[in-house]
Structures are given as C-alpha cells and as structure tokens.
C-alpha cells in the first residue's frame, strides 16, 4: 500500500511538473510575442513621412542617402514621398484626414505661410530656438517668423535670379545695360538682327516688381512705374514669345534648349538640367548678374504640419529630422550636387565640388556675392491679401488683360487697384 501511494506522488510530481512546464514554454512564448508586438508599435510609431516639391529624379540619391544617415542615427524611419509643386497644395489638403498626411513637408515660402495662417503647420517657439538657430543665415530665417515669435517653416535651399544666356546667341556680358528697360531694348535688337526671341520674361509679378524697384508700398501696386514697365512689353509683344505671360518654366526651358530663345532671368537649378540632357548647349550657356535694385531670393522651405493626432514625440522627431537635413554638412553636400545657396552660414569653398566646372562655380560665386544684400520678396503683400492664390489670380488676370486684350492699359491699371484694394485682408 505504501509502495502503491508513493508511486502515486511520484506520477502526481511528475505530471505536475509537465504542466508547470508546459505553462513557462507559453508564457515565454507569448511574452516574446507581446515583446515582439510591442516593438513592432514602436518601430511604427517612430516614423514620420517627408513630402519634397519636384526633387525625383535628379536628386533621388542624396535625399536617400540624408534619410538613411538619419535612420540609423536616430532610428526613426522616414517615408518619403515626392510631389509636384503645382499640386502639392492640394494633396495636402486632401490627405488631412487620410494615414497618409506627411509629418514634414517642403513648399515655397508662399505656401507654407498660407498653410500656416489655416492652422494646417505647427508654430515653434522661435525665441526658445533662436540659439540653437544662428548658423541659419539671418534673412531667411527671418523670414519664416511671424509676429516675431512663430517659427513656422525652416529654410532649406535659396537662389538668387541671375541672366542665364546662351552665349552663340547673343553674349549679354558685353553689353552694359543700366536697368531692366534698357536690357529690353537689346532684347527687341536681337529678335530684328538674328531672328531669335532675345528674351523669355518668366516674370513672377510680386517678386519681380519688388526686385526691380517698381513697388515700395504695397497698397500702391499698379503703380506708374510698374505702369512704364507693362507698357514696354506690350509695345514688345511682337518681340517676345507668344503666350509668356500665361506659361511656366518648362516651357520657356524647352524654348532654350530648342534656341528659340536666347535668355532667361531665373534661378541657376536651370543650368543643372541643361547640364543633364544638353551638354553642348551647357557649353554655350554662361551667366551674368541682373542689374536689380534688390536681388531676389527664391526660398524653399521645410514645415512641421499640425495634425490633433500626432502625438509629442511625432514633433520631435520631424524637428529633429528637419534639423539634421539643413545642418552645414547636408546643406553644403546638396550645394555641390546643383547651383543653389544653403540657407546656412557657408562661405564659397563650402559649395565648390572637386568636379565642378568653371560655369558652375561662376554661378555659385555670383550668388553668393550678392546673397546677404539680397531680400526674400514672398511675403511682401502678405498684410494686404494674405490668401496667395488669391493673390496670383489678381495677377494672372491682370497679365492677361495686358497681353490677350486691346483694352486702353492705363483702364486696365484702374481696374486692377481698385480690385486690389476691394481684396485687402480684413
């Protein structure tokens, strides 16, 4: 009986250690699984997505190599989607409520502020960054603040307008023109000696007014000097290519590369593609500096948008991401790529590759030796109209009226300040 009743404990141990086994295997095993899970949430939370304007396909390696770099030091994965400008407004807006909104996004200075003003871009405290931002040059930055404390985009990369030319053409560097009515005049002589538009005026309005000294306030827009200024290149409007006053870049590229035209007042990334799909055309390409009474500065820039979803550590991790992509070194790397100006503090030896060629860095020393007199012109009439497409529209129609109507200009400058000043902001 004794023997009988301590085989029994015996089995009973036995199989209680098989179920006590059995129990660790699955909590082990489920607890791997929980751990697994929970790190798989982490890795998903720690992602942001990053939204650039136009920058595929020339610039697909660099931007590739800045988010690996920036994954691996900060383990955050960064999805990068790219976007044409003209549309990117809209995308955005449309992707709001949808998983696909971006964390950071890169607009123009325009529209960031637009997206800003409609409580679509996060603000930071610039007073509580401003010493961790001083390698930023002061004019840009400047720029992206509003009422002097809301940080509501960071500078990226800028340009300033230079006269792009081909040289086999017309040489522009020969000729001393004063001011932009006197370039017009050699404009009009070139399309009477060779046959050849001597110009393509892809004129920005609220820039190029601004740049060439015709505006100093911006309630008086239409005014007599922008008045003399229309009035020249209508009487021109034989000279010039049909339909400028509507078209947009590519088409007064595709006008250069066909030599239809024989230059361009436009920011210097023009001369990369020329390099890219027309190196004999490169080779008969030089540039100049404009004779403005200001020189403009295209800014791009790069925003944080606002969304009640995203959580603190979203921000952090889409300032962090935006910090290291504009710091010296990425900066100065993405100037040796294309002819642009870091928005950071560099000097000429910073964006000159091993590789370049003397256009290229005439470009770049060109730039850089009227970049701190320069201004960024994008938010000029904010106070007035604040809406930018609002703004444009006024504009196009204005330009169309000009070039596509016989109307009496000084009745179509009447109009159009009485419809700017019907539109100012409240």
Not at 73 to 99: A, R
Not at 311 to 339: E, G, H, W
Request: proline residues 3%; aromatic residues 20%.
């Amino acid at each position: 009986m004794r023997y009988i009743f301590k085989n029994f404990i015996h089995k009973f141990l036995y199989f209680l250690i098989i179920v006590l086994f059995s129990y660790l295997v699955v909590f082990l095993f489920s607890s791997c699984n929980n751990q697994e899970s929970n790190n798989n949430i982490k890795k998903e939370e720690r992602k942001i997505i990053f939204w650039t304007v136009s920058l595929k396909p020339y610039f697909t390696n660099y931007i590739e190599n800045v988010i690996t770099n920036f994954e691996n030091i900060y383990n955050v994965k960064v999805e990068w989607q790219d976007i044409p400008l003209d549309s990117i407004y809209q995308k955005l807006q449309t992707s709001y409520y949808t998983d696909f909104y971006p964390n950071v996004v890169n607009l123009n200075l325009p529209l960031a502020y637009a997206l800003f003003a409609n409580h679509y871009i996060y603000s930071f405290d610039f007073n509580k960054l401003k010493d961790d931002l001083n390698k930023y040059n002061y004019n840009l930055i400047d720029s992206c603040i509003y009422n002097k404390e809301d940080l509501f985009c960071f500078p990226w990369y800028s340009s300033v307008k230079l006269l792009i030319f081909n040289k086999s053409i017309y040489d522009f560097s020969k000729d001393n023109f004063r001011d932009v009515l006197e370039f017009l005049d050699i404009v009009k002589k070139i399309k009477k000696d060779k046959g050849v538009f001597g110009f393509y005026p892809f004129i920005k309005f609220e820039q190029d007014m601004l740049a060439f000294g015709f505006i100093d306030n911006p309630l008086n827009v239409f005014n007599k000097d922008v008045l003399l200024f229309y009035k020249k290149l209508r009487d021109m409007k034989d000279y010039l290519p049909s339909g400028f006053w509507v078209s947009n870049v590519d088409i007064a590229y595709s006008m250069y590369k066909d030599k239809k035209v024989a230059s361009i007042l436009i920011g210097p990334q023009f001369i990369y593609r020329i390099k890219q799909e027309d190196i004999k055309l490169y080779e008969n390409t030089d540039v100049i500096k404009f004779p403005f009474k200001y020189y403009p500065v295209s800014l791009m820039v790069l925003s944080v948008m606002y969304k009640n979803s995203f959580n603190n550590d979203k921000y952090l991790d889409s300032y962090k991401f935006i910090r290291f992509i504009t710091n010296v070194k990425n900066q100065s790397d993405f100037a040796k790529l294309v002819p642009v100006l870091p928005s950071v503090k560099v000097n000429l030896n910073d964006i000159i590759y091993k590789n370049d060629d003397n256009l290229t860095i005439k470009v770049k020393k060109e730039m850089l030796s009227v970049f701190d007199k320069s201004k960024v012109f994008d938010l000029y009439f904010v106070k007035v109209i604040n809406d930018p497409v609002k703004r444009t529209n006024i504009f196009k129609e204005f330009n169309n009226e000009i070039f596509n109507t016989s109307t009496d200009i000084n009745i179509i400058f009447e109009k159009y300040q009485k419809i700017w000043d019907s539109n100012k902001s409240n």
